[in-house]
């Protein structure tokens, strides 16, 4: 096991077990399941546990068998089963070592089937039976990570009747989700620290919600480049980010020490490096953008920044990249890699793929089907639809394996000689459709799945399905359709008030660029935490645009909102959840 070879492992349990006398034999078979558990092989070790069901007589040993039982339920992610496992158990009657375990089990269950409240008040048992501060500190930021899940109005009303120490936890989450900038929300904390000075939360956890290079930072920014395209085909785009970049600067109270903003357009005609030095010459300490890939390809080729530059794009994800270069947007690669993620968490894994016939297209297959392959997941088809057309019986039929079933309709006609009743039958071997559209394809595509005899296969989409606003009557064939957008847009927009007041404002100006908006007020957000985040690896910022971290290339991630569509309009569902099992 320590070798990293659960396999052999379990291999010499078993046959340790078999030369060894009830109950060490037992036990060594407790430890072949856990070691087949470890190796992913579920139903081996499942197998080993009902062979040994009947013949445990020791309290500890059927415990140990029943926490095994609710492993593996997990491993084939079905979180329900797992928690009827662990209902048979009586956590206060377990020693120290498997009431921890009984614990992660039960979060990460809960956790798993969208219980995010219980799963909060599981981890703040959980959370004095560690001891190691580091999994102490994880344990923590994920237990507010639950209760932030829950929305303001519910956790207003639980932190009123709660006691300690969860009325804490949960004015806690309250702050962090009806706080936006970082000079209030650290005040708000101190606050809050002084009024619960005996409350179990770490220091070291205070540190990460708004951490002390944030203060630092506010007066070392003195000005900040914006270069957007400002004309051209980009330039809708560019006023959007540039305008939710201004609500979240007017919104933060930084009096005297606010920076200067100047605005520079990348569209009329100096190349990139050129105007990136002009900005710096003309006193940027903080640059944000380019939006458009050539230019930030060309930007990062040609300069080597000394002040941290903020990108509204991507670049290949296998690249290293100077160190003062940040890279932040609205990336497709990311959207299909967590609606695989979605998926797989949901309980499917075999699927078929709809996407258009165009670039955009060809890359959601590509960023699709490598994410859904790297979950386990397999792609059984795919199929590229016309997408200015608005018949696309022909791709799903193929998709579905209708023709076939036509087909064999036809040979069995021609060899009975009869006119036979017919009714064709799609492929029983996949559990759900990938979708790559936006809006007047999505709303096309999901009754024609309906049609085509798919109604039971559940549709998965990124936020390129969605416009971006409530219309019943525009999205009623949407109905369940599953899809990850940004929180400003599925969940209480009142959370976002400064975003929310600029929509209202100028509606028609907002609607059609509304993710860009966020992704500029994000931008501004972000400009205070960068050096947190390259500090502190797990660190996360809940944005408009989804919770923020960063990875090791300096590429912020986005996790996203996810709704279901019931009568026209997306309800929201649990978070995505990483699966944390011990």
């Known amino acids: 096991m320590e070798a990293g070879k659960p396999s052999e492992a379990a291999r010499l349990y078993a046959k340790a077990a078999a030369l060894s006398p009830s109950p060490r034999r037992e036990s060594l078979e407790l430890e072949t399941a856990a070691a087949l558990l470890t190796a992913g092989d579920a139903k081996a070790a499942q197998q080993v546990l009902d062979r040994l069901r009947e013949r445990l007589r020791d309290p500890l040993l059927r415990a140990r068998h029943r926490l095994l039982e609710a492993e593996v339920s997990l491993a084939r992610r079905d979180p329900e089963q797992a928690l009827v496992r662990l209902a ?3 956590p206060e009657a377990l020693p120290e070592d498997l009431r921890r375990r009984y614990l992660r089990l039960r979060v990460a269950a809960l956790e798993l089937s969208g219980q995010r409240l219980e799963a909060a008040r599981a981890r703040a048992e959980l959370d004095p039976l560690l001891t190691d501060p580091q999994a102490r500190l994880a344990n923590q930021r994920d237990l507010l990570d639950d209760l932030t899940a829950l929305g303001e109005e519910r956790l207003r009303a639980l932190a009123a009747q709660a006691s300690p120490p969860m009325d804490g936890w949960f004015q806690l989450a309250l702050l962090l989700r ?5 000079l209030r929300l650290q005040a708000r904390i101190r ?8 409350h179990p939360a770490l220091p070291a956890l205070i540190d990460t919600l708004v951490p002390p290079e944030v203060t ?3 007066p070392s920014i003195h000005q900040i480049a914006l270069l957007l395209p400002l004309q051209g085909p980009l330039q809708r785009a560019g006023e959007a980010i540039r305008d939710g970049f201004l609500a979240a600067y007017y919104e933060m109270p930084l009096g005297d020490q606010a920076p200067k903003v100047v605005i520079y357009d990348t569209a009329a005609g100096e190349p990139i490096e050129a105007l990136y030095a002009r900005a710096v010459a003309d006193g940027a300490d903080r640059v944000i953008g380019p939006l458009s890939k050539q230019r930030l390809a060309r930007l990062v080729e040609r300069i080597r920044p000394q002040r941290p530059v903020l990108a509204l794009n991507y670049l290949e994800k296998d690249r290293a ?3 003062h270069y940040f890279f932040f947007g609205l990336s497709p690669r990311n959207e299909a890699e967590q609606v695989a993620r979605r998926a797989w968490q949901d309980g499917h894994d075999r699927a078929v793929m709809i996407v258009p016939q165009s670039r955009w297209g060809e890359r959601m297959a590509s960023y699709f089907d490598a994410a859904w392959s790297a979950v386990g997941g397999e792609l059984a088809s795919a199929a590229e639809y016309p997408p200015r057309k608005s018949d696309f019986s022909k791709p799903i039929r193929r998709m579905l394996n209708l023709d076939q079933s036509e087909k064999r309709r036809r040979q069995l006609q021609r060899l009975l000689k009869v006119r036979l009743r017919f009714e064709p039958r799609r492929r029983q071997d996949v559990d759900f459709v990938f979708m790559a559209a936006f809006p007047r394809q999505a709303r096309l595509i999901a009754p ?4 085509h005899h798919a109604a039971d296969l559940p549709v998965y989409a990124t936020s390129h399905a969605y416009a971006g606003k409530r219309d019943p009557r525009a999205d009623r064939d949407m109905n369940g359709v599953v899809l990850g957008d940004i929180p400003w847009l599925l969940e209480d927009p009142s959370q976002f008030p400064h975003l929310q007041a ?5 509606p028609q100006r907002m609607d059609p660029h509304a993710r860009l908006f966020a992704l500029g007020a994000d931008a501004y957000n972000l400009l205070f935490y960068l050096d947190w985040f390259r500090a502190n690896p797990e660190a996360r910022l809940r944005g408009a645009t989804g919770v923020i971290s960063m990875d090791d290339r300096h590429q912020m991630q986005r996790r996203l909102s996810w709704a279901r569509f019931v009568r026209g309009v997306p309800r929201l569902l649990p978070p995505l959840v990483e699966e944390r099992l011990p």
Not at 191 to 198: E, I, K, L, S, T
Not at 502 to 506: D, I, K, N, P, Q
């Open 88 to 90: 048979g158990l009586r």
């Open 178 to 182: 009806t706080v936006p900038d970082p």
């Open 191 to 198: 606050q809050w620290r002084a009024a619960h000075a005996d």
């Open 216 to 218: 630092r930072a506010i």
């Open 321 to 323: 990249f100077p160190r």
């Open 448 to 451: 024609q799945l309906r049609f």
């Open 502 to 506: 600029a929509r209202e404002l100028w």
